[in-house]
């Protein structure tokens, strides 16, 4: 069975960090892009970040960059997502997604893999 499951949300003050954990199991996990999006209640699903199948070349959206970082374990098929110095405007539903064109894509269109979710919320 294809499936991608995140975990590590939760609830966070301001200024605090989180890392969250997406594990794939039942596809070739090394030729995947893999990315994070979120959305908030009310709004549209947007893009975080994505990695390349080698771990080696990341894309960032840029409310993000300088303290999110995304990174890749193929020893155990799992991506994560770093967080620090969140902000309340980063609570959301964060959910990891998987495609394989190769390409790092910010429209979560060509994603055709995606998890569950997993609850992040910082409090002011």
């Known amino acids: 069975q294809v499936q991608l499951v995140e975990s590590g949300g939760g609830l966070v003050q301001a200024g605090g960090s989180l890392r969250l954990s997406c594990t794939a199991s039942?596809?070739?996990?090394?030729?995947?892009?893999m990315g994070w999006f979120r959305q908030a209640p009310g709004k549209e699903r947007e893009f975080v970040a994505a990695?390349?199948?080698?771990?080696?070349?990341?894309l960032q959206t840029d409310s993000v960059k300088g303290r999110f970082t995304i990174s890749r374990d193929h020893a155990n098929n799992t991506v994560y997502l770093q967080m620090n110095g969140l902000k309340p405007e980063d609570t959301a539903v964060y959910y990891c997604?998987?495609?394989?064109?190769?390409?790092?894509?910010?429209?979560?269109?060509?994603?055709?893999?995606w998890g569950q979710g997993t609850q992040v919320t910082v409090s002011s």
């Open positions: 039942g596809l070739p996990f090394s030729i995947y892009v």
């Open positions: 997604a998987a495609e394989r064109t190769a390409v790092l894509y910010r429209n979560p269109t060509p994603y055709d893999l």
């Open positions: 990695i390349n199948r080698s771990g080696g070349n990341t």
